[in-house]
C-alpha cells in the first residue's frame, strides 16, 4: 500500500510540474509529421498481462509493424526530434501516466514486448510476478542500449545475447531484494547516471555484490568490459537465432 501510494502521489506531481514541458514535445513531433505525437506500445506486465504502454513517440508512424523490438541509435525509423528525445530518454516520460493507472511503478523490471517475454526461462519467469517499472538497475547500466545495438545486422538477435542475459539478472536482483530503500537508491542513481555514469556503475556493481550477485554479472555491471553473447538466466544456451 506505502508503495502504491507513493507511485500515485510522485506520479501527479510530476505530471503536473512537467505537462508543459510535455505538451512542448507534443507540438514539436505533431508538426514533423502531422501525426499523432504520442505512441501506446504493448508491454507484458504483471503475471505476463499485456498493457499499452504510453510513450511519445520517437518514431516513424507504423514503425512497429516492420517486426523489428529492438533499436540501435542509428536506426532509419527513428524521425529526426525522436533522436534527441531518445537521447535524454524524453519517450519514457509519459509512462507516469502508467505509474498513475496501476499499470506500472517507479522502480521494477522493464517491461519487454510480448515476443520477447515468450522466450522467458522458466526464472526469468519471475520477473513478471512484480509490476514493470520506469527504471531499475539495468536502465543505469544499459543506458547506452541504442549504441550497443547500433549496425547489428540482427539487433532483436544481438539484444538476446548481449543484453537480456544480464539485464534479466538484474531484474532477478531486484525482485528477490525489493524495499523502499532500494528503490530510493536506484531512483537516485538513475537521475545521477546523467550527470556521471561512471560513479553510477560503480553503485550498481557495489550494491549487487551486497545483494549476492553472480561475479559475472557484476563485472558485466561496470561496463568496463565488451559485451559478449551469454546465455540468460536458467539456461546454458545462447541463443543463435531469433524467431519472430
Not at 521494477?108 to 520506469?134: A, H, M, Q
Not at 555484490?209 to 563485472?219: F, K, M, Q, V, W
Amino acid at each position: 500500500m506505502t508503495n502504491r501510494i507513493f507511485d500515485i502521489l510522485v506520479s501527479l506531481i510530476g505530471i503536473i510540474l512537467f505537462f508543459p514541458f510535455f505538451v512542448y514535445f507534443l507540438i514539436i513531433i505533431w508538426l514533423h509529421d502531422k501525426k499523432s505525437p504520442l505512441y501506446f506500445a504493448p508491454r507484458t506486465g504483471k503475471d505476463g498481462v499485456v498493457f499499452k504502454m504510453l510513450k511519445l513517440r520517437s518514431m516513424t508512424v507504423d514503425a512497429d509493424k516492420k517486426g523489428i523490438n529492438s533499436i540501435g541509435i542509428n536506426d532509419k525509423r527513428i524521425t529526426p526530434i525522436g533522436k534527441t528525445i531518445r537521447k535524454f530518454k524524453l519517450d519514457e516520460f509519459p509512462q507516469l501516466w502508467n505509474v498513475l493507472k496501476g499499470d506500472m511503478t517507479f522502480v521494477g523490471p522493464r517491461p519487454n514486448v510480448k515476443d520477447e517475454t515468450n522466450f522467458y526461462t522458466n526464472l526469468e519467469k519471475d520477473l513478471l510476478s512484480v509490476k514493470p517499472g520506469i527504471t531499475d538497475f539495468s536502465s543505469i547500466v544499459f543506458i547506452d542500449e541504442g549504441k550497443i545495438l547500433a549496425n547489428k545486422k540482427d539487433p532483436d538477435l544481438a539484444y538476446n545475447q548481449l543484453i537480456r542475459p544480464w539485464k534479466s539478472r538484474l531484474g532477478l536482483i531486484y525482485v528477490k531484494n525489493k524495499s523502499i530503500k532500494l528503490d530510493f537508491e536506484i531512483l537516485y542513481f538513475t537521475l545521477f547516471s546523467f550527470v556521471n555514469r561512471k560513479k553510477s556503475l560503480l553503485w550498481v556493481s557495489k550494491k549487487i555484490e551486497s545483494l549476492g550477485a553472480e561475479n559475472n554479472a557484476i563485472i558485466i555491471s561496470r561496463r568496463e568490459n565488451k559485451l559478449y553473447p551469454y546465455p540468460p538466466p536458467g539456461s546454458d544456451v545462447i541463443m543463435e537465432r531469433w524467431k519472430r
